[in-house]
């Protein structure tokens, strides 16, 4: 076995470094400067200030403020206002909602569609993937038109709905992917052994589809909770999101140090939110059946 | 026995109302576009008027030009990055380029739209426009593509590669004779899904796009923030059929990318 080795090697190297380069340069090296750019000082135009030097930090004579190098202020201003707190609990609180919403929601078309004939499923499925077709704005837009005549309109219960329109099939997907792989014996089972309809989706399929709520609660959780363009379009006054704050830091006020730490909160919170679920899926498998 | 196969009705009903929820009020989008009226409330007559308005109107040519050319560039250098990714990831143990690729796929996007405004004003002072909005969307739709690729490749058996290389194949021969030939409708696919994601994009563009470029979905934007207007469902329901023709395409290639995962 005389293995081209070096061929392999290069193959490797080949094939891996490009997309490795540009990643490094344009998905992380940006992620590391918004970082850093969150223990930065705003500059005097908008944007940040200069970094260096660091270990000196340049303080103005005449006002006593800091002009240059690191500080934890962005972060200080944060937990010492409860407006940014209170911004922060109500996207968690829309994101858990509109998750909840998709799921009740999804959760009987994916299972009907897991219980249809084999081959009325493509198309049903299909029929779910087809509202895709149409713009992110465009389907936001619809709900403008829908709810202009019933003064629902830029509140709250529109960007509720909004955000339930634009996500639902994100939740429909992964649980009909889990529901299709079911095994019909199961219930078979169940109802031979007396179990009545209701007994038999509480103790057979909702368990066994508990990874697929978790990854479809994912996959609607996060987007949710970075969201601006509905709270903006659909919303009122009242209903600024975590996204709305970050956007505003950036091309309103440009407050870039500012704008860069509610991005790294926003980071930390959607890190724990996959984390989560990510341990509940896991943490599923190992329940009794 | 017989009962367990029957769809209980109540179960036939949610869905059907799901369906409904998921499509009426992208007919009504359509529908108003081809009313005579500049208010979206009463039907009141068939007109192309919108339409008309829409070919005469130059921001909006100048934009649906910038969304392709920005579709083409962003899908091909997405298609070659996303490619070699998922040949990559598949085929070497790699930790860090999975990581890499597929974490802007899962992240929100406002959070990519600000990192790259950061990185180019702030780093390397350059003028936002047509070159920021290509590099960010090829950024995130590159661990699309390599989704696809890899899940192609991870249906495969892998004893054909062996076969190859027991045969005294170079890993590029391998690649060029066996692995392309075999994941060709993934790659197409991938590059369709790209194209779609581009000419969709609101949020990263929205960051990217500074004070002198527009696309499609920014003018839509822009529309919207003004009034409601029948010009905007036009142009929905005319980048409804793009992306929709698109999708036919793509489930004509490559039928296993339109089921299953989002």
């Not at chain 2, 359509?30 to 192309?48: E, I």
């Not at chain 2, 590159?142 to 989704?147: E, K, L, S, T």
């Amino acid at each position: 076995m005389s293995k081209p080795k070096d061929s392999t090697r290069f193959a490797r190297w080949a094939v891996s470094m490009p997309p490795m380069l540009f990643m490094t340069l344009f998905f992380a090296l940006p992620s590391l400067i918004m970082a850093v750019g969150s223990f930065m000082i705003p500059g005097d135009t908008g944007g940040l200030a200069p970094l260096f030097p660091i270990l000196t930090p340049h303080i103005n004579p005449h006002d006593g403020l800091q002009e240059s190098g690191l500080t934890i202020e962005n972060y200080r201003t944060f937990f010492s206002d409860t407006v940014y707190a209170w911004i922060f609990l109500k996207s968690f609180f829309v994101a858990g909602l509109t998750t909840l919403i998709c799921l009740l929601m999804a959760y009987p078309l994916a299972l009907l569609i897991a219980r249809s004939p084999k081959h009325k499923r493509d198309l049903l499925v299909l029929l779910v993937i087809l509202p895709f077709a149409s713009n992110f704005l465009v389907r936001v837009y619809a709900w403008m038109i829908i709810l202009g005549p019933f003064n629902l309109l830029f509140t709250n219960v529109a960007v509720i709905l909004g955000m339930v329109y634009v996500h639902l099939p994100f939740m429909i997907l992964p649980l009909y992917t889990n529901l299709e792989k079911h095994d019909p014996i199961l219930l078979d089972a169940g109802q031979d052994l007396g179990a009545t309809k209701w007994q038999r989706f509480w103790h057979v399929t909702f368990p066994l589809s508990l990874p697929g709520i978790y990854s479809g609660s994912a996959l609607v959780f996060i987007p949710v909770l970075g969201m601006f363009a509905i709270p903006e379009i659909l919303g009122g006054k009242d209903s600024m999101l975590v996204g709305n704050l970050i956007k505003e830091a950036f091309l309103a006020t440009r407050d870039w140090p500012f704008g860069s730490m509610v991005s790294m909160m926003l980071t930390l919170a959607v890190l724990g939110v996959a984390a989560l679920m990510s341990w509940l899926s896991k943490a599923g498998r190992f329940q009794p059946r | 026995m017989e009962t367990s196969k029957r769809l209980s009705p109540l179960l036939w009903g949610c869905g059907i109302s799901v369906y409904a929820f998921l499509y009426i009020p992208l007919l009504i989008v359509v529908f108003f576009s081809f009313n005579d009226s500049k208010l979206n409330a009463q039907w009141v007559g068939f007109t192309l008027d919108w339409y008309r308005k829409l070919f005469g109107n130059t921001d909006m040519l100048v934009a649906a030009r910038n969304s392709l050319i920005i579709a083409f560039l962003s899908a091909a250098g997405a298609t070659l990055l996303g490619t070699m990714s998922g040949l990559a990831i598949h085929r070497f143990k790699l930790k860090v380029l999975p990581v890499m690729v597929f974490t802007p796929v899962a992240m929100p996007e406002i959070l990519l739209g600000v990192s790259l405004l950061l990185f180019f004003i702030q780093f390397l002072h350059l003028t936002l426009g047509m070159t920021s909005i290509i590099i960010a969307h090829t950024t995130f739709c590159v661990g699309f593509v390599a989704i696809i690729v890899r899940a192609r490749l991870q249906g495969m058996d892998e004893s054909i590669f062996e076969a190859a290389r027991d045969l005294g194949a170079t890993p590029w021969e391998t690649f060029k004779y066996v692995t392309l030939p075999l994941i060709r409708p993934a790659v197409i696919a991938g590059a369709l899904m790209s194209f779609t994601l581009s000419i969709d994009d609101f949020v990263i563009t929205f960051f990217m796009a500074g004070v002198g470029v527009s696309t499609l979905p920014l003018q839509i934007y822009s529309m919207i923030k003004v009034a409601v207007t029948p010009e905007v469902n036009a142009i929905s329901t005319l980048l409804m059929m793009l992306t929709l023709s698109l999708m036919w395409i793509a489930s004509k290639v490559a039928p296993e990318t339109l089921k299953g995962h989002a």
